[in-house]
């Protein structure tokens, strides 16, 4: 069951490969004012696509990294053996064999031509063999990502293999400001005469062509044009004629087809392969079938099919489970375990380091005399390929047991991952997240065991949900995210057929937004950034009518396509999951309506847990429209970068949509000393420019402001409606604390009433429900908060009740467990303080949530307000009051004293 598109390992190599783009003059803007884009980041961007495309004729790219002075290293599959060494031996090669490299070159070069791209640069020493003689085509996605040449100084290709209309147009370099356009990009007949090239040496058993000057294979070029038989003139020239015409009928056929002169009549590789010069092998090859992707229509089973000798799947490989990994896995745990690309190439002196005396520019006097550095030769394209050892990978790696490799996923049992085999690896789960993102150890166990999850996804959705509670690992944190956020189905055509290109009204602002939106990224700063992001914002608002653009949906964006940059499906999928759970109708067109609610609740969430703060903040004024409008309508994309929102939307995807109430709470708790330090002007520059937040911290924090918190005391009039209880996100038998469970259940009569913004706005303090009041108190059914942090310190219930009605109304009936203090005993008839219950009875009780009932809701609202004046944390009150306590026949009578 296929559902990533990199290839295992297995007899491969990783390669490195580096070249330069060309550089831009620094005091140059483009059309909007801005800075030009550099060529290596363009480049970074277009060779995002290339990771995708999988065949086995290709080599698999994994990796582009940008360094000093536009160096660009790629990283790719690699194969030490190339048809160069046959050419280089002199030995004769089979008819057979030049038909099946032939066949195989243009399986992989029809694949490419599909997917809109040509190779430009087949020569012999980048036709590959594998470990069984298959052909592998390297650096077929250079002349892509340069976009066709333009963005590097040197040509793409080899003038040997060129066919004669690419050597009649000349080279074009993006930097000589002399040439203004472009030549026409080569289209895809350009390697198939490179292939009657590299067919017809194999076929003379030599390289020709190598060493003649660039005006005279010109020449030799143009006059090749004016004969018949272009195959006899070459024989003749190189002295094989008689070589050449000992082959089939067929090979020299293939030849000639390869090697017509004129490209309207030169074919196609789609063309050369169904020719019947292949009619003697064409039988032995199967057609290759694109794996089904996890998010698909079709089964991703349909092709499963299992050896006749089952035994096959139980050979022993000598135990290399690495080899069996994705290529991107291992080359991730390769940098995990100390793998640094750049040394590697310094190593091999491919990267060389001149003393600054030698890289003075060149400049030019007055009487036309030039001094200085001719032109580097460094920034010409070395062809060289450095492979990567893998020996202090597998060292690393040397102690971890197969079982790693194939985890069971039936254990329900332990509460942490299924695969961990050793202590030592147990006892990573306790480090700060940051530091088992970067053990290569753990990282194994944990790519391992998510991608069995999502290749079960979604029969193992619950799974899924109990491991990211864990964490999740870096390389997987795409499709995690998607299962998070229950993904499913075709989501390709979805898209597919949303129209992004007809002209709309907000096109202007998405221009204007787009340019300003985590451009500090490289990937997202990239053209083929931009324009992702136009068209995955473009469908968001086109499939949602009732909707409109706010600023802040391209921050929103970012994450979901940072991850799946070359799967514009998925992260317009992600989104339009994420927001309807996180930020239901903040897309309205009035929206105001829905902020002030989200504020308001807020408000009272800064009040309930901190209230000492709350005090202060709303003494100078400083209120959360001031500040806290980008955060929750941007989930916090626009206040921190992008691998912030990574560890924070890990816990925050596992929440409800009011988990984002406690990260704005834990971020004011840990600007809190400054917080109180200041007044008004000082908190508006403070926020201004927002200081350093740690996020762990942060994530730890607003998940035990959770735990405290009632789930009913978040209500939102506006929110998502209610799903039923059996579609929600669950752990099993134990609600996470984390889980949907706490905020999506069925609405009953027991449940908050909403309430005119004009009166949530008067209270400070957040209502809670009957059946939350029920649930905390354990009165009826199991608890929902069976967790240690849902008790006291002393060990004692969290919970407390305080009825504030008078002696005779508590004693006709009250709930168990709680206090009476009297509202007339505390206040006046005109609502003035008579004592402060703080100190007279509930001083002993600050560890607990406090909640107030009454049958009168202001007396309840007044008598809260009293206790966060006084700084006591956690005071709640019950919406309905005992009016509607009453219809749940809980009321206890006290039994009379003896």
Not at 194 to 214: H, P, T, Y
Not at 334 to 362: F, M, V
Request: with cysteine.
């Amino acid at each position: 069951m296929i559902w990533r598109v990199m290839q295992p390992l297995r007899d491969a190599e990783l390669g490195a490969s580096t070249f330069f783009a060309s550089p831009l003059p620094h005091d140059v803007c483009g059309s909007n004012g801005l800075p030009l884009t550099p060529n290596s980041i363009k480049i970074l961007g277009r060779f995002q696509i290339l990771k995708t495309i999988t065949h086995p004729r290709l080599c698999q790219y994994v990796d582009i990294t940008r360094g000093k002075h536009e160096r660009l290293v790629i990283v790719a599959e690699h194969y030490e053996k190339s048809l160069k060494d046959f050419l280089m031996q002199g030995k004769a090669v089979s008819p057979e064999k030049v038909l099946q490299v032939a066949y195989e070159v243009l399986e992989g070069l029809e694949f490419m031509n599909k997917h809109g791209m040509v190779h430009r640069a087949l020569s012999p020493n980048n036709v590959l063999l594998d470990c069984v003689g298959k052909v592998k085509l390297a650096k077929f996605g250079l002349y892509h990502m340069t976009d066709h040449g333009a963005d590097v100084d040197f040509p793409i290709g080899y003038p040997s293999y060129l066919p004669p209309e690419v050597i009649a147009q000349g080279c074009f370099y993006s930097s000589n400001p002399s040439i203004i356009e472009a030549p026409l990009p080569s289209g895809p007949k350009t390697d198939v005469w490179s292939l009657g090239v590299l067919l017809f040496e194999l076929c003379a058993e030599r390289q020709i062509l190598q060493n003649i000057d660039i005006s005279e294979r010109m020449k030799f070029i143009i006059n090749l044009g004016c004969m018949d038989d272009i195959i006899t003139v070459l024989a003749e020239e190189h002295g094989c004629l008689d070589t050449i015409k000992e082959l089939p009928e067929n090979v020299q056929a293939l030849l000639r087809k390869c090697l017509t002169f004129l490209p309207s009549k030169r074919p196609t590789p789609a063309e050369l392969l169904g020719d019947s010069v292949f009619e003697s092998i064409s039988c032995q090859y199967t057609p290759y079938q694109s794996p089904v992707r996890l998010f698909a229509a079709a089964p991703r089973c349909a092709h499963l099919q299992l050896p006749e000798d089952i035994s096959e799947l139980c050979k022993d490989d000598g135990e290399n489970y690495l080899a069996e990994r994705a290529i991107d896995e291992v080359y991730h745990l390769w940098c995990l375990a100390g793998g640094d690309l750049e040394k590697e190439l310094t190593n091999q002196e491919i990267i060389q380091s001149k003393p600054p005396i030698c890289t003075l520019p060149r400049f030019i006097l007055e009487d036309g005399e030039s001094f200085g550095q001719g032109r580097d030769r460094s920034f010409l394209l070395d062809d060289t390929t450095v492979t990567l050892s893998l020996n202090q990978l597998k060292n690393r790696l040397k102690d971890v047991a197969g079982e790693t490799y194939y985890p069971l996923l039936e254990d329900e049992q332990s509460s942490l991952p299924q695969s961990y085999s050793s202590n030592e690896l147990s006892a990573t789960i306790t480090l700060p997240l940051i530091i088992r993102e970067r053990d290569t150890e753990y990282q194994l166990t944990r790519i391992v065991l998510f991608d069995r999850l999502l290749k079960a996804y979604p029969y193992k959705k619950n799974q899924v949900w109990k491991e990211a509670r864990v964490d999740i690992p870096p390389l997987l944190r795409g499709l995690a995210w998607a299962a998070l956020l229950g993904v499913e189905g075709d989501i390709r055509s979805k898209y597919d057929g949303i129209d992004k290109d007809t002209p709309i009204p907000t096109d202007r602002q998405i221009e204007v937004d787009i340019p300003r939106c985590h451009q500090y990224d490289e990937l997202l700063s990239s053209p083929q950034g931009h324009i992702k992001f136009r068209r995955v914002l473009k469908a968001w608002v086109v499939s949602h009518p009732d909707l409109v653009y706010w600023q802040g949906l391209d921050s929103l964006c970012a994450p979901f396509l940072y991850l799946n940059f070359s799967n514009e499906a998925l992260a317009y999928a992600c989104m339009s999951a994420f927001i309807p759970k996180y930020l239901y109708n903040f897309f309205l067109k009035d929206n105001s309506h829905v902020i002030q609610e989200y504020l308001t609740v807020f408000s009272q969430m800064i009040a309930f847990h901190d209230p000492e703060l709350s005090n202060h903040l709303n003494e100078i004024g400083f209120i959360p429209d001031l500040y806290a409008i980008p955060w929750f309508l941007t989930m916090f994309t626009h206040v921190f970068p992008l691998h912030k929102i990574f560890h924070l939307w890990d816990t925050l995807l596992l929440g409800n949509s009011s988990f984002p109430f406690c990260i704005g709470v834990a971020i004011l708790q840990q600007l809190r000393d400054r917080l109180l330090a200041n007044g008004f002007n000082e908190c508006i520059l403070l926020f201004s420019d927002l200081p350093e937040i740690d996020i762990e911290r942060c994530v730890r924090e607003s998940i035990n402001l959770f735990c405290w918190t009632p789930k009913s005391a978040t209500y939102c009039q506006h929110a998502q409606p209610n799903k039923p209880a059996s579609d929600s996100n669950s752990f099993g038998k134990t609600p996470s604390y984390y889980s949907s469970e706490y905020q999506d259940l069925t609405k009953t009569d027991l449940s908050r009433e909403p309430l005119k913004l004009s009166e949530l706005k008067a209270e400070v303090s957040p209502r809670i429900s009957v059946e939350d009041l029920i649930d905390l108190c354990e009165l009826s059914g199991p608890a929902y908060f069976k967790t240690p942090v849902k008790r006291a310190r002393t060990g004692k219930p969290k919970i407390l009740a305080v009825d504030i009605r008078s002696l005779e109304d508590f004693s006709r009936g009250h709930i168990p467990g709680s206090i009476n203090i009297p509202y007339s005993s505390t206040f006046g008839a005109e609502g003035e303080l008579l004592q402060c219950p703080v100190t007279s009875t509930l001083a002993g009780y600050r560890f607990r949530v406090i909640v107030i009932l009454s049958s009168i809701m202001k007396n309840a609202t007044t008598f809260a307000t009293h206790l966060l004046k006084v700084n006591f944390p956690r005071v709640c009150v019950l919406d309905g009051g005992m009016n509607k306590m009453k219809s749940t026949g809980l009321l206890t009578v006290p039994s009379p004293q003896i």
